[in-house]
């Protein structure tokens, strides 16, 4: 697998796992408390479960076929935990590509 390869899919998965994460915390939690709906917090959760074990599975390839330093990988877990972290990591990794890449 290319290093580029390996980048993308880890930035793919970072933004759909954050996007998942901001629509459970703003869109299904509000919903499942304010108009009684708690099935869409069941759906979304388990969505946004699916994903953030993909994007823990592409962080590992990252690490392996990027061989970014190890602070990386546990920075890209940390930003998981923090609603936007991952879109925020997205963009510098995006502005710093070259520098990821070994260009």
Not at 10 to 30: E, K, N, T
Not at 37 to 64: L, R
Not at 68 to 77: D, I
Request: glycine share 6%; aromatic share 16%; proline share 3%.
């Amino acid at each position: 697998m290319k290093k580029s390869i390996a980048l993308s899919v880890f930035r793919i998965f970072g933004i759909l796992d954050g996007i998942s994460f901001l629509f459970l915390l703003c869109v299904a939690m509000p919903l499942k408390y304010m108009a009684d709906m708690p099935m869409i917090v069941t759906i979304a959760g388990s969505v946004h479960g699916y994903i953030f074990v993909v994007y823990i599975i592409t962080i590992i390839i990252a690490q392996i076929f990027v061989k970014w330093r190890f602070y990386w990988s546990v920075l890209a877990l940390a930003a998981a935990w923090v609603p936007g972290g991952n879109i925020v990591l997205d963009i510098y990794i995006k502005k710093n590509k070259e520098k990821f890449l070994g260009s």
